[in-house]
């Protein structure tokens, strides 16, 4: 795929929500969609110029459960493996029509369903999906090495062809990563027998740690260079829980020591710099445990600076004191 074919498909975006809340301990992310377009996702995006078209929010009731047997230690897995069938499924359609797909969420069991739909599209074309994983967690868990049974601390093993989930999309098709196509990026919380996995698997991480001793853009373009060389595509799964919580506190998983408000733009305007970016998740949302839609307008900013809008751009808050004030 030519760059100006990938322009030309940057230029409509699809947004599909899917309000999922059972694969985390703490429910509410499934009003996350509902946030997000009232902190007017659609508008930001449609004042960039791109022809945005909402699909609205999927629904799993009509979907029949599969006859597998579900693992030990996978809290929900049947409601997750409805979602994650639907998922994949809409999430291809969406990809193959010449859309930019943009998953509004719901907790972080829905990039299971995402990512294998960009990995499958890809993949037909010939191209290698890379996915960074903006996130205070890992969440490369199995259900051998959970803690907690959740699911959504699972999505990025289950992406990167993990075993212990291996009926979750029942007959359709599976289209895991390999794992070094995986980059996390502000990791601050990950489990012993996880971080052992990944140490195994040699998963590239980058920590909160390495932020503050080497610096974003640093840190961030060694992961844009890493899928140019490949002519790789990007999907970037956005987990509010990577900013701060003194920034986003409307979330379920809080952490101390996030990325602040404008470590995560600059990452986000460099990320649209590259031209890479081919689809985006953007989870964990919890309006319930948000201060006056404080963490969606935080999001919705972070979508405006990874398509384009500039920091001059921005317009002046209604509380701004005026000039000569």
């Known amino acids: 795929m030519t760059d100006r074919t990938m322009t030309d498909r940057a230029r409509r975006i699809a947004l599909l929500g899917a309000p999922i ?32 078209v909402d699909h609205g929010d999927l629904s799993v009731a009509d979907v029949r459960d599969l006859t597998d047997t579900p693992p030990e230690n996978a809290n929900h897995y049947r409601e997750i493996q409805r979602w994650t069938r639907v998922l994949s499924r809409r999430g291809y359609e969406i990809a193959t029509s010449g859309a930019l797909p943009i998953f509004l969420g719901g907790d972080h069991t829905l990039s299971m369903g995402s990512v294998n739909a960009m990995a499958r599209h890809w993949q037909e074309r010939g191209r290698e999906l890379f996915v960074l994983w903006l996130d205070a967690h890992a969440d490369y868990n199995t259900p051998e090495t959970t803690i907690t049974a959740n699911m959504h601390g699972m999505s990025a093993a289950f992406l990167c062809g993990e075993p212990g989930l291996d009926g979750l999309l029942g007959d359709d098709p599976r289209a895991s990563i390999d794992p070094d196509k995986l980059d996390l990026f502000g990791a601050r919380s990950i489990d012993r027998l996880e971080k052992e996995l990944m140490r195994v698997r040699r998963i590239r991480i980058v920590d909160m740690r390495q932020i503050d001793e080497f610096g974003v853009a640093v840190m961030i373009r060694r992961v844009i260079e890493r899928v140019k060389a490949s002519n790789g595509v990007l999907h970037v799964s956005f987990d509010v829980d990577f900013l701060d919580p003194c920034v986003a506190p409307g979330v379920g998983t809080t952490v101390p020591g996030g990325a602040t408000y404008r470590e995560a733009h600059l990452i986000m305007e460099l990320l649209h710099d590259s031209g890479l970016v081919g689809s985006v998740d953007i989870v964990e949302l919890n309006p319930f445990l948000d201060e006056r839609g404080r963490t969606a307008r935080a999001a919705v900013e972070l979508i405006g600076s990874l398509f384009g809008q500039q920091i001059t751009d921005r317009p002046t808050p209604s509380n701004a004191i005026a000039p000569g004030e």
Do not use: C, I
Not at 25 to 43: D, H, N, V, Y
């Open 21 to 52: 809340d059972m694969g985390a301990s703490q429910r509410g992310t499934l009003m996350g969609p509902a946030a997000l377009r009232t902190a007017g996702l659609a508008t930001v995006l449609e004042s960039l110029d791109f022809e945005v």
